[in-house]
């Protein structure tokens, strides 16, 4: 529209813009004035917000590279370098920090300008003119005060806010990728410096927690608790900045406080507040950084949230236990998300596992660890995760979906671990099975479709070694052991149960019939002995003992069936356990 419009005539993008910055003024002298409720409307400066965030990403010092065609009048105005833009940048980031210091009771409007900070830090040529903004040096000034009115906003919007400073900071060094070493240094030097006081106040505020950890007048108190609570909003803040070279700033400081954060939960048991946000620090970092870590970073890593995951086992024991033994506390728990520290556990165990590809050998040894981690702090949690707090679906279904990714992609890290250990997590899969919610049991069934696929290829291998070593050839690889033969025959016989006596969701006959087929085809013999069984049941009526027999049969031999692990195979055993279920619910009475 710029370019098509007469020399001689103002440009109607300029102009639409400096009417939406003469509102914005207005804004900013009500809220001066203290006159926001009789002049403004949080929703509209909302909106004008989503405006400038759109509106900068586009006009404001824009990048060549991404536009066939810029308007050369518009580059005059808005165009790097030019005072106007400058001007402009000015009037976007005063504005956005007069909403977060002076209306930050309004939530959703705090996150729109912060998030119209986060857009505007992540412009490379805006970053190049921040520090010669006075709006943006006075919110630095702001922040580095000891009770900076910032720590005030919410958790979400103060963690978004540290993660924009942060990553501004680190963005404005130049020179961090050049090829020579000394140059790399010096930018690495620099961008410390540019990011020292950033983090300087969290170091600041720890300091103060560990000053304050033995008073326990301190500790029972609401401001002890709020201080730690934004204490740990900032550390995620940090944690967020990966990008840019941010990242190894963040993780080295970050690691500094890995040891204090494990105190932070053991002082305060009774707030689970405390340690969700401990574990949704270790989430973010898991999300944003394990894949920039080398081996020792990652090594520490690991090792620090095994330390957490045993300081949330002795320290909330106690809590969860008494929870778990009155049904009325479940009750006001739900409502009070108190096991919001369990799910986050769960989470932050999620997302170390999942963001490590398991199928690339270099990583492999990160991605085993990772596994071992998850079943650790899963066998952890068993003893507070009976059926009353597995009843609440967002702890199930992560409970669970955990499980599943750990047998799917690590099954003999799951078959190493002791009996003991192992036997509560089989008993997880059975209550998984018979769930109100979908998701559970389609992720039960999948976690037992892994076990029942490592028996068999345990079995075949085993098979195939003896075989080798009868015929004296070289063995070409070595069989292992699997501990899952009990296990096999008795999810075997609950499953076909459950296809003959019972209801199912046809939602997860797909995933049933997944899981079912390694049983049987890892142990014949027992599926046999359960299908006669079943028959037997039915000696009294000659008629339906016939249909069962026919109907068996035709489950594990119609439509081509082979014993074979392949896709096609998979989908004609689904077919046949469909026909199946309608032939037998035909006859059979259901329960």
């Known amino acids: 529209m710029s370019h098509r419009t007469p020399g001689d005539r103002p440009d109607p993008v300029v102009v639409a813009t400096n009417a939406v910055f003469n509102f914005v003024d207005y804004e900013n002298q009500c809220i001066l004035a203290n006159a926001k409720g009789d002049n403004l409307s949080p929703l509209v400066a909302q909106k004008v917000i989503w405006f400038l965030d759109r509106w900068a990403s586009a006009y404001l010092m824009p990048n060549e590279s991404m536009y066939t065609l810029i308007s050369t009048r518009l580059w005059r105005v808005y165009g790097e370098g030019q005072q106007s833009a400058i001007d402009t940048l000015q009037r976007i980031v005063y504005k956005s920090a007069l909403n977060l210091l002076r209306w930050s009771e309004e939530w959703d409007l705090a996150e729109a300008s912060c998030q119209l900070i986060h857009s505007v830090v992540r412009n490379k040529k805006v970053i190049a003119h921040l520090g010669r903004i006075a709006a943006w040096n006075d919110v630095l000034t702001a922040y580095k005060q000891p009770n900076s009115p910032f720590y005030r906003l919410r958790g979400k919007v103060l963690r978004r806010f540290v993660a924009a400073m942060g990553q501004a900071a680190v963005s404005s060094v130049r020179g961090g990728a050049s090829p020579n070493r000394k140059m790399r240094e010096q930018a690495r030097a620099a961008k410390q410096q540019a990011f020292a006081p950033i983090v300087q106040p969290i170091e600041q505020r720890i300091g103060h927690i560990v000053s304050q950890a033995s008073s326990k007048q301190w500790v029972a108190s609401t401001d002890g608790s709020n201080f730690v609570l934004t204490t740990i909003e900032m550390l995620r803040g940090v944690a967020l900045c990966s990008a840019n070279g941010a990242f190894d700033l963040a993780f080295t400081f970050a690691s500094r406080h890995f040891g204090t954060l494990a105190k932070i939960i053991a002082l305060f048991p009774e707030q689970p507040a405390v340690a969700t946000g401990v574990m949704k620090m270790f989430r973010d970092i898991a999300q944003q950084q394990v894949v920039h870590m080398d081996d020792t970073q990652f090594a520490q890593f690991i090792r620090t949230s095994a330390a957490l995951v045993q300081a949330f086992g002795q320290y909330h024991q106690g809590r969860l236990q008494k929870l778990n033994s009155t049904p009325s506390s479940l009750q006001d728990a739900a409502e009070e998300d108190t096991f919001a520290d369990i799910l986050s556990l769960l989470q932050m165990l999620n997302a170390i596992c999942l963001v490590l590809p398991y199928d690339e050998p270099k990583l492999l040894p990160r991605a085993q660890s990772a596994a071992q981690l998850a079943l650790a702090g899963m066998s952890m949690l068993l003893p507070f995760l009976i059926r009353n707090v597995l009843q609440f679906p967002p702890i199930c279904v992560e409970f669970f979906s955990l499980l599943r990714d750990v047998v799917e992609h690590h099954p003999s890290s799951f078959a190493r671990i002791n009996a003991d250990a ?123 003992q016939q249909r069962l027999v026919t109907g068996f049969n035709a489950l594990m031999s119609s439509n081509g069936l082979s014993s074979s692990f392949t896709r096609a195979n998979r989908s004609v055993f689904q077919r046949n356990v469909r026909n199946f279920v309608v032939l037998v619910r035909s006859f059979v009475q259901l329960k």
Do not use: W
């Open 422 to 544: 192992r036997k509560p997590l089989m008993k997880t899969i059975e209550f998984a099975i018979g769930h109100d919610v979908i998701e559970v049991v389609r992720a039960g069934l999948s976690a037992l479709r892994c076990i029942g696929m490592f028996h068999a290829n345990a079995l075949i291998h085993q098979r195939e070694v003896q075989q080798q070593k009868q015929r004296n050839l070289p063995v070409q690889r070595q069989a292992y052991d699997t501990p899952f033969e009990q296990d096999v025959q008795y999810f075997m016989r609950l499953l076909l149960s459950m296809l003959v006596m019972q209801k199912i969701d046809p939602n997860c006959l797909s995933a049933m019939a997944d899981a079912l087929f390694p049983l049987i085809v890892s142990s014949p013999a027992a599926f046999k002995t359960l299908v006669n069984e079943v028959v037997a049941n039915c000696q009294q009526d000659a008629n339906k």
